[in-house]
């Protein structure tokens, strides 16, 4: 042992006693000045004699000098001495105070619970130095494990952890930080143990790790204390969820801060509810005062009872009072204030209200019940002899004078129904020295019944015969009527079950039913006798695994909480329901079955499914707007392009003769436009900017009339039928686009029908209700015109019909079609405010059907300009405004062409400086409406201002801007839209210019 404490003492740089005394030393240091003096002295005086044989004149200063020498000497010595030994004295005080100070840190080390550490940063974490503790925490002596025999540290940290704390330690290294971990060790007795360790890096001068030291200390009691708090906590959990009482926390203002899922069922309020909000919203008005006292003293800190118990009325959500017994406990800060009130809050009404009754029926027993209930008594077998105590006396309600101690007496006290019960029980119990136990009822002078509970012993004499009964009497009339009052309840409960709007279905060990409640025989279609005590046949295939995992876990108190799932009818329909459920407990706290309870949310899941489907409409919608505006972008920028080309086709083929080779190629140019600027035409339907010119009229019109075009675009082979309602109503839209409508909507059918078909046209009134209109993204009710187009072709699957309104989407060949058609119909119908639907399956054909606003109003008609072949001229001076060079450059070309004087600018303020700088009259303004800056309409305005009396004729690609309104143009503004002929340029100035 000493060898050990003399080994661990040198690890640790403690060093043992000093062999040495102290007067030895001083006799070292003694030596020191001598030695100095000896040799000094010699040196002076062998130097002073070879100086006196040298020069003999001066001996007597040599000798003089001489005594100086030696005296300095002698003093020098004397110094020399004290100062060796005070320092000597210094060093051995700093000496001691370090063995001192070893020997204490050795001292602490071994007493410390756990184990300081020095070791290298290698694999297996060789140990350089361990302390005493090590033999405390591990089992192992230090030197055991600094030599690795029988293990090494590495070995004793278990295997799960041993990798973790590798990379947790090299991590803190290359962090320069120090390290702090957790993990498991195995001791030298097989015993696991959690430990604490904290350490860090000891650095050479170049940055290299030395070794590794610190500390291990033994948490497994932490760690078995952490494991027990949770588990306490999961079982604190599971009781304030289960609990019937209700657990509350308020603060001392009265706040809720937390209330059990009890409160449900107790005052009809969901926790979330009221929690948040004062006490005193659940309290009758005539009890907050004094509560709000109470909760004053309590934050006062005037009442500090280390339990509150008080009867408190409170308020249902349906307005009905309940009594509840709260128990209450303050909770403080770590500072000792009181911060806020916790508790459980019984309900007691039934009881009080029994109580009540019993008070008022039978005022005696009540005041009997307030003092002891158990009295001793004692019979003389021989000579019928009855002692009672004053016990007895209380729960017969008699004073000691009424009895006689008679059992006879005794009797005549028993109810007469019970009298015979008695009897044979005393004369059981004698004749089988048998215990005697009976409960039955007395009668009280009064007249009041009571029920007791007696339970007596035979005493036997030396001989073995009975000679005493030994007894006590108990009143158990509250048991008695507790015992009633959970028959009651049990009945209530059951009434209430089967009363209950929800599916409760109650499942043993074996998973067979016992309890099944008429709301599941209406949710479900059994019956109970035909499913009680057997298997729950609700589960559907695939489902099993789900509902056993269900079933487990509430058997281990796992509870599910609002659970969608879905369950099979008698009728193999499918049932959405929420499911939760609770384990059902016996006497011995053994689970013995679960509780389900099942809402219906069927008709819920069907609202999910159908808010689904209107947001997917609303993503299609506002992609098709999307899709649209690009589709206006463009064909507002290529109509740029158009007018150019075909403008300058038309005026080239206007100077080449009819017999020029060059002419046929010009002609084909114009032909390549026309066709683009249909395709523009298109797009500007689709993205509902096109021009229109909307007016009144009746849709069987527009269908009569288009019909012969109708066959002969289709083909003879598809036959077409017309059912039109003759009582059809008007409706508001440009006849041309309705008959754009119809003609997509043929071609697209006639497609559809490579080898014939029938293609039905159809018109009807339809008033539309918020019941159909709720499906449709943007429809509202009303009245509508509907026009229905029928094919008996392919049909489509749900994923084409998905796409089929998208710009050039489309199922045909490249050379079948450009997939603008449907797209077109989509943006003519949004354009009018109407709706489209479509109904198709593969094999079985498709319907559009588009519902046009219906108006009560007469028919017109719309007027169609005639076209002139000549180009009107005149001498005017013109002012035109174009951003774009290309369409300014044609445009003044074809002016000039006409004779007129023609001034350009690229912007408003070009316009307006030219305007400004020019004395002569502007007879017309010819400005684009949509460019950078200013737009055409302020310049207008403002050159209005400068030069009254201009004629301002606006011209644009697009059509929603401040020049028309909703597709109308109004009547006092000339608007000429883009693309536009030479012709229809030179006819549109001349007939400005000649407008009064």
Same mark, same amino acid.
């Not at 009809?268 to 004062?278: L, V």
């Given at each position: 042992?000493?060898?050990?404490?003399?080994?661990?003492?040198?690890?640790?740089?403690?060093?043992?006693?000093?062999?040495?005394?102290?007067?030895?030393?001083?006799?070292?240091?003694?030596?020191?000045?001598?030695?100095?003096?000896?040799?000094?002295?010699?040196?002076?005086?062998?130097?002073?004699?070879?100086?006196?044989?040298?020069?003999?004149?001066?001996?007597?200063?040599?000798?003089?000098?001489?005594?100086?020498?030696?005296?300095?000497?002698?003093?020098?010595?004397?110094?020399?001495?004290?100062?060796?030994?005070?320092?000597?004295?210094?060093?051995?005080?700093?000496?001691?105070?370090?063995?001192?100070?070893?020997?204490?840190?050795?001292?602490?080390?071994?007493?410390?619970?756990?184990?300081?550490?020095?070791?290298?940063?290698?694999?297996?974490?060789?140990?350089?130095?361990?302390?005493?503790?090590?033999?405390?925490?591990?089992?192992?002596?230090?030197?055991?494990?600094?030599?690795?025999?029988?293990?090494?540290?590495?070995?004793?940290?278990?295997?799960?952890?041993?990798?973790?704390?590798?990379?947790?330690?090299?991590?803190?290294?290359?962090?320069?930080?120090?390290?702090?971990?957790?993990?498991?060790?195995?001791? %030298?007795?097989?015993? &696991?143990?959690?430990?604490? /360790?904290?350490?860090?890096?000891?650095?050479?001068?170049?940055?290299?790790?030395?070794?590794?030291?610190?500390?291990?200390?033994?948490?497994?009691?932490?760690?078995? %204390?952490? %494991?027990?708090?949770?588990?306490?906590?999961?079982?604190?959990?599971?009781?304030?969820?289960?609990?019937?009482?209700?657990?509350?926390?308020?603060?001392?203002?009265?706040?809720?801060?937390?209330?059990?899922?009890?409160?449900?069922?107790?005052?009809?309020?969901?926790?979330? /509810?009221?929690?948040?909000?004062?006490?005193?919203?659940?309290?009758?008005?005539?009890?907050?005062?004094?509560?709000?006292?109470?909760?004053?003293?309590?934050?006062?800190?005037?009442?500090?009872?280390?339990?509150?118990?008080?009867?408190?009325?409170?308020?249902?959500?349906?307005?009905?009072?309940?009594?509840?017994?709260?128990?209450?406990?303050?909770?403080?800060?770590?500072?000792?204030?009181?911060?806020?009130?916790?508790?459980?809050?019984?309900?007691?009404?039934?009881?009080?209200?029994?109580?009540?009754?019993?008070?008022?029926?039978?005022?005696?027993?009540?005041?009997?019940?307030?003092?002891?209930?158990?009295?001793?008594?004692?019979?003389?077998?021989?000579?019928?002899?009855?002692?009672?105590?004053?016990?007895?006396?209380?729960?017969?309600?008699?004073?000691?004078?009424?009895?006689?101690?008679?059992?006879?007496?005794?009797?005549?006290?028993?109810?007469?129904?019970?009298?015979?019960?008695?009897?044979?029980?005393?004369?059981?119990?004698?004749?089988?020295?048998?215990?005697?136990?009976? /409960?039955?009822?007395?009668?009280?002078?009064?007249?009041?019944?009571?029920?007791?509970?007696?339970?007596?012993?035979?005493?036997?004499?030396?001989?073995?015969?009975?000679?005493?009964?030994?007894?006590?009497?108990?009143?158990?009339?509250?048991?008695?009527?507790?015992?009633?009052?959970?028959?009651?309840?049990?009945?209530?409960?059951?009434?209430?079950?089967?009363?209950?709007?929800?599916?409760?279905?109650?499942?043993?060990?074996?998973?067979?039913?016992?309890?099944?409640?008429?709301?599941?025989?209406?949710?479900?279609?059994?019956?109970?006798?035909?499913?009680?005590?057997?298997?729950?046949?609700?589960?559907?295939?695939?489902?099993?695994?789900?509902?056993?995992?269900?079933?487990?876990?509430?058997?281990?108190?796992?509870?599910?909480?609002?659970?969608?799932?879905?369950?099979?009818?008698?009728? &193999?329909?499918?049932?959405?329901?929420?499911?939760?459920?609770?384990?059902?407990?016996?006497?011995?706290?053994?689970?013995?079955?679960?509780?389900?309870?099942?809402?219906?949310?069927?008709?819920?899941?069907?609202?999910?499914?159908?808010?689904?489907?209107?947001?997917?409409?609303?993503?299609?919608?506002?992609?098709?707007?999307?899709?649209?505006?690009?589709?206006?972008?463009?064909?507002?920028?290529?109509?740029?392009?158009?007018?150019?080309?075909?403008?300058?086709?038309?005026?080239?083929?206007?100077?080449?003769?009819?017999?020029?080779?060059?002419?046929?190629?010009?002609?084909?140019?114009?032909?390549?436009?026309?066709?683009?600027?249909?395709?523009?035409?298109?797009?500007?339907?689709?993205?509902?900017?096109?021009?229109?010119?909307?007016?009144?009229?009746?849709?069987?019109?527009?269908?009569?009339?288009?019909?012969?075009?109708?066959?002969?675009?289709?083909?003879?082979?598809?036959?077409?039928?017309?059912?039109?309602?003759?009582?059809?109503?008007?409706?508001?839209?440009?006849?041309?686009?309705?008959?754009?409508?119809?003609?997509?909507?043929?071609?697209?059918?006639?497609?559809?029908?490579?080898?014939?078909?029938?293609?039905?046209?159809?018109?009807?009134?339809?008033?539309?209700?918020?019941?159909?209109?709720?499906?449709?993204?943007?429809?509202?009710?009303?009245?509508?015109?509907?026009?229905?187009?029928?094919?008996?072709?392919?049909?489509?699957?749900?994923?084409?019909?998905?796409?089929?309104?998208?710009?050039?989407?489309?199922?045909?060949?490249?050379?079948?079609?450009?997939?603008?058609?449907?797209?077109?119909?989509?943006?003519?119908?949004?354009?009018?405010?109407?709706?489209?639907?479509?109904?198709? /399956?593969?094999?079985?054909?498709?319907?559009?059907?588009?519902?046009?606003?219906?108006?009560?109003?007469?028919?017109? &008609?719309?007027?169609?300009?005639?076209?002139?072949?000549?180009?009107?001229?005149?001498?005017?001076?013109?002012?035109?405004?174009?951003?774009?060079?290309?369409?300014?450059?044609?445009?003044?070309?074809?002016?000039?062409?006409?004779?007129?004087?023609?001034?350009?600018?690229?912007?408003?303020?070009?316009?307006?400086?030219?305007?400004?700088?020019?004395?002569?009259?502007?007879?017309?303004?010819?400005?684009?409406?949509?460019?950078?800056?200013?737009?055409?309409?302020?310049?207008?305005?403002?050159?209005?201002?400068?030069?009254?009396?201009?004629?301002?004729?606006?011209?644009?690609?697009?059509?929603?801007?401040?020049?028309?309104?909703?597709?109308?143009?109004?009547?006092?503004?000339?608007?000429?839209?883009?693309?536009?002929?030479?012709?229809?340029?030179?006819?549109?100035?001349?007939?400005?210019?000649?407008?009064?």
């Amino acid at each position: 042992m000493a060898r050990t404490k003399q080994m661990v003492s040198q690890r640790v740089g403690l060093r043992p006693d000093p062999p040495t005394s102290s007067r030895r030393i001083h006799l070292k240091l003694i030596r020191i000045p001598l030695l100095y003096l000896l040799l000094s002295a010699a040196w002076i005086l062998l130097s002073d004699h070879l100086f006196i044989r040298g020069t003999p004149e001066i001996a007597n200063y040599a000798y003089y000098q001489t005594f100086k020498g030696l005296l300095f000497v002698a003093v020098s010595s004397v110094i020399l001495y004290w100062l060796a030994y005070t320092l000597f004295k210094e060093i051995r005080h700093t000496n001691r105070l370090l063995e001192e100070n070893h020997r204490f840190l050795a001292g602490q080390l071994s007493n410390l619970p756990g184990t300081a550490y020095r070791c290298r940063n290698e694999p297996g974490w060789p140990m350089i130095y361990l302390s005493e503790g090590c033999s405390v925490l591990t089992g192992y002596p230090p030197d055991g494990l600094i030599q690795g025999d029988p293990v090494t540290y590495e070995q004793l940290i278990h295997p799960s952890d041993r990798m973790m704390v590798w990379n947790t330690i090299q991590e803190a290294i290359r962090e320069q930080r120090p390290y702090q971990l957790e993990y498991r060790i195995r001791t %030298a007795s097989g015993e &696991e143990k959690w430990v604490w /360790e904290k350490g860090k890096a000891v650095y050479d001068p170049q940055g290299k790790v030395q070794y590794l030291e610190g500390f291990i200390s033994d948490i497994s009691e932490r760690k078995r %204390a952490e %494991a027990t708090l949770q588990e306490s906590e999961y079982r604190y959990r599971t009781i304030i969820e289960n609990t019937s009482d209700c657990v509350w926390r308020i603060t001392l203002e009265g706040i809720i801060t937390f209330i059990s899922p009890s409160v449900k069922t107790i005052l009809d309020y969901e926790p979330e /509810e009221i929690t948040g909000q004062s006490i005193f919203t659940i309290m009758p008005p005539g009890i907050q005062p004094r509560v709000r006292q109470l909760l004053d003293r309590l934050g006062q800190g005037k009442l500090r009872r280390e339990e509150l118990v008080l009867e408190l009325p409170f308020l249902r959500k349906d307005g009905g009072i309940r009594i509840g017994e709260v128990r209450a406990v303050l909770i403080y800060n770590p500072h000792g204030h009181p911060v806020e009130v916790a508790g459980i809050a019984h309900d007691i009404t039934q009881r009080k209200q029994a109580e009540a009754a019993l008070r008022q029926s039978q005022e005696q027993i009540d005041k009997a019940q307030e003092v002891a209930r158990i009295g001793f008594w004692n019979t003389d077998l021989q000579t019928g002899r009855l002692i009672w105590s004053k016990g007895v006396y209380r729960i017969f309600g008699m004073e000691e004078d009424q009895f006689d101690n008679q059992r006879e007496t005794f009797y005549a006290h028993v109810h007469p129904e019970d009298r015979e019960l008695i009897i044979e029980a005393l004369h059981q119990a004698v004749e089988t020295q048998s215990a005697y136990q009976i /409960e039955h009822r007395i009668l009280l002078p009064g007249g009041a019944v009571r029920w007791v509970s007696e339970q007596a012993e035979v005493v036997r004499d030396s001989e073995g015969r009975p000679v005493q009964m030994i007894g006590t009497v108990q009143d158990i009339t509250s048991r008695k009527l507790v015992e009633n009052e959970l028959r009651n309840s049990k009945q209530r409960l059951e009434t209430l079950i089967q009363a209950s709007p929800v599916a409760v279905i109650v499942l043993d060990l074996h998973q067979r039913v016992i309890l099944w409640n008429k709301a599941a025989e209406g949710m479900f279609g059994w019956t109970e006798s035909e499913i009680l005590n057997q298997p729950c046949p609700i589960i559907p295939e695939g489902q099993q695994d789900q509902f056993q995992r269900f079933f487990n876990n509430a058997l281990w108190g796992i509870p599910v909480r609002n659970q969608e799932t879905w369950l099979r009818r008698k009728d &193999e329909a499918p049932i959405y329901v929420n499911l939760s459920t609770a384990p059902l407990w016996d006497n011995r706290g053994q689970a013995e079955g679960v509780m389900a309870i099942l809402v219906d949310i069927t008709e819920q899941k069907k609202s999910v499914e159908e808010r689904i489907k209107l947001e997917q409409q609303l993503q299609q919608s506002q992609k098709m707007e999307a899709i649209g505006k690009l589709a206006g972008g463009i064909a507002h920028d290529f109509n740029n392009l158009l007018m150019v080309i075909e403008g300058y086709s038309e005026m080239a083929l206007t100077r080449l003769n009819p017999h020029e080779a060059v002419r046929k190629d010009f002609e084909e140019i114009r032909q390549a436009a026309g066709r683009a600027k249909m395709i523009t035409r298109q797009l500007l339907a689709f993205s509902r900017k096109q021009m229109i010119q909307p007016v009144v009229l009746n849709i069987n019109q527009v269908v009569s009339d288009f019909e012969k075009i109708l066959r002969r675009l289709i083909g003879e082979d598809i036959q077409v039928i017309t059912r039109l309602d003759p009582q059809v109503g008007t409706i508001k839209a440009d006849p041309t686009q309705i008959e754009q409508v119809i003609a997509n909507l043929a071609i697209n059918a006639r497609d559809a029908m490579p080898h014939g078909g029938k293609l039905i046209l159809e018109t009807a009134n339809r008033d539309l209700d918020e019941s159909y209109t709720q499906h449709f993204v943007g429809l509202k009710p009303g009245s509508y015109v509907m026009l229905a187009v029928t094919d008996t072709g392919c049909g489509m699957d749900a994923e084409t019909i998905s796409h089929i309104f998208e710009p050039f989407f489309t199922t045909k060949t490249e050379s079948g079609g450009t997939g603008l058609g449907l797209s077109t119909v989509y943006g003519i119908t949004k354009q009018n405010e109407g709706h489209i639907h479509v109904y198709s /399956e593969p094999g079985k054909g498709s319907t559009f059907k588009i519902y046009f606003p219906r108006i009560e109003a007469e028919s017109g &008609e719309t007027g169609i300009l005639p076209r002139e072949d000549t180009l009107p001229a005149g001498s005017e001076t013109i002012l035109i405004v174009e951003d774009e060079a290309p369409v300014r450059q044609l445009t003044v070309r074809i002016l000039q062409g006409c004779g007129y004087r023609v001034l350009e600018a690229a912007s408003c303020e070009e316009a307006l400086a030219t305007s400004r700088s020019l004395p002569e009259p502007i007879h017309l303004l010819l400005t684009d409406v949509v460019m950078p800056v200013m737009s055409g309409r302020r310049l207008a305005a403002q050159l209005a201002l400068e030069r009254p009396g201009l004629k301002v004729l606006y011209m644009s690609g697009y059509t929603d801007d401040a020049v028309v309104q909703h597709g109308i143009l109004e009547s006092e503004t000339a608007f000429l839209q883009k693309p536009f002929t030479p012709a229809a340029l030179a006819q549109k100035i001349r007939a400005v210019l000649d407008t009064d």
